[in-house]
């Protein structure tokens, strides 16, 4: 496994590698959830590449971006043993160098949900997704149904900019209480990690009212918001149910959804989604015109 640093580095390395390259972007303290999407990546490409970078421009004023967790020889060990081909670990200075000026921003998909509550998030996320995929370019790049408005919004800007690479989107991974994995939990307290399963309740409620075919979007919300207070350490940001196309709330009856929902356990701010009526649980593959 080589591991590269600066973009010279990079474009040795990348030239050396077998075709096709399968992509798994990371900003590393990496749990399974990475390493599904390295396994994902394996099963499909004749090399896998993988990037950490802790972003700085997708974390807003007063976010976690100093104490994010990091550990750069935990993570390079755990992706040895999965056999990656090459990880990309950029500094700040060689991603954003004196004089950066360049954006890359998808408009309307980024205003709703996790864009409303964290402005300037999504530009940040595709600005360096876009950076990430220049320097890598690979034929596959695989994102977590977790972050489901990253994903749709990464779909998005890869069609929008005409760029060559298939999108491939992985199932959450959970702890066996149901809990998505994050590299966020560590910040929970014992006590926190047992409410923090509340997210996960309230998706499953949701659930279980558009299985029993009552399926009006106010009521699929109005449940998860009622697990949600039931739970004391839990504060809710926002509970969506949203068309998983446009991402915008919807009304009556609904037959394909994005539930989602933001929620402060203590200072910890976890996310999680369930997508109905899809039958892997997925946002489908994107394959560009002509690639397949
Ligand atoms: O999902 C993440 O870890 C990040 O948002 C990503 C895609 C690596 C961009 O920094």
């Given at each position: 496994?080589q ?12 030239a050396?590698l077998?075709?096709?390259?399968g992509?798994v972007p ?5 749990h399974?959830?990475h390493?599904?999407?390295v ?10 590449a ?6 700085p ?7 976690d971006l100093e104490?994010y ?5 935990r ?9 990656v081909?090459?990880?990309w670990?950029?500094?700040?200075e ?19 949900l996790?864009?409303?509550h964290?402005?300037?998030?999504f ?10 995929f220049?320097?890598m ?11 489901a408005?990253?994903?749709r919004?990464i ?5 929008d ?5 298939e ?12 809990l ?21 309740r309230a ?7 558009y ?8 009521n699929?919300r109005?449940t998860m ?8 350490l839990?504060?809710?940001q926002?509970?969506s149910?949203?068309?998983p196309?446009?991402?915008q709330e919807?009304?009556g009856?609904v037959?394909?959804?994005?539930l989602?929902?933001?929620v402060?356990v ?16 997925v946002?489908?593959r994107?394959v ?5």
């Amino acid at each position: 496994m080589q591991v590269v640093t600066t973009l010279a580095e990079l474009r040795a390395a990348r030239a050396a590698l077998p075709e096709p390259v399968g992509f798994v972007p990371t900003m590393g303290y990496l749990h399974a959830g990475h390493l599904a999407l390295v396994r994902c990546a394996r099963r499909e490409n004749a090399a896998v590449a993988v990037s950490i970078f802790v972003n700085p421009t997708q974390f807003g004023p007063g976010e976690d971006l100093e104490r994010y967790p990091r550990d750069l020889a935990r993570d390079l060990r755990l992706l040895q043993a999965e056999g990656v081909d090459l990880v990309w670990a950029p500094t700040p200075e060689v991603m954003y160098p004196e004089g950066y000026q360049t954006w890359v921003e998808v408009a309307d998909l980024t205003r709703v949900l996790e864009g409303a509550h964290r402005p300037g998030h999504f530009r940040g996320v595709t600005t360096v997704v876009s950076k990430l995929f220049a320097g890598m370019q690979p034929r596959r790049a695989y994102f977590g149904q977790k972050d489901a408005q990253q994903a749709r919004v990464i779909i998005q800007m890869t069609r929008d900019l005409n760029l060559p690479i298939e999108i491939v989107v992985c199932p959450t991974v959970r702890e066996p209480d149901g809990l998505a994995l994050s590299s966020r939990n560590t910040y929970l307290t014992p006590e926190q990690r047992q409410a923090a399963t509340v997210l996960y309740r309230a998706l499953q409620a949701a659930r279980q009212e558009y299985e029993a075919g009552r399926r009006e979007a106010e009521n699929l919300r109005q449940t998860m918001r009622a697990v949600l207070a039931a739970e004391p350490l839990a504060r809710p940001q926002y509970v969506s149910c949203a068309d998983p196309d446009t991402l915008q709330e919807l009304q009556g009856p609904v037959e394909k959804a994005l539930l989602s929902m933001a929620v402060f356990v203590g200072q910890t701010r976890l996310i999680d989604n369930l997508l109905l009526g899809y039958p892997d649980g997925v946002y489908p593959r994107y394959v560009p015109e002509g690639l397949g």
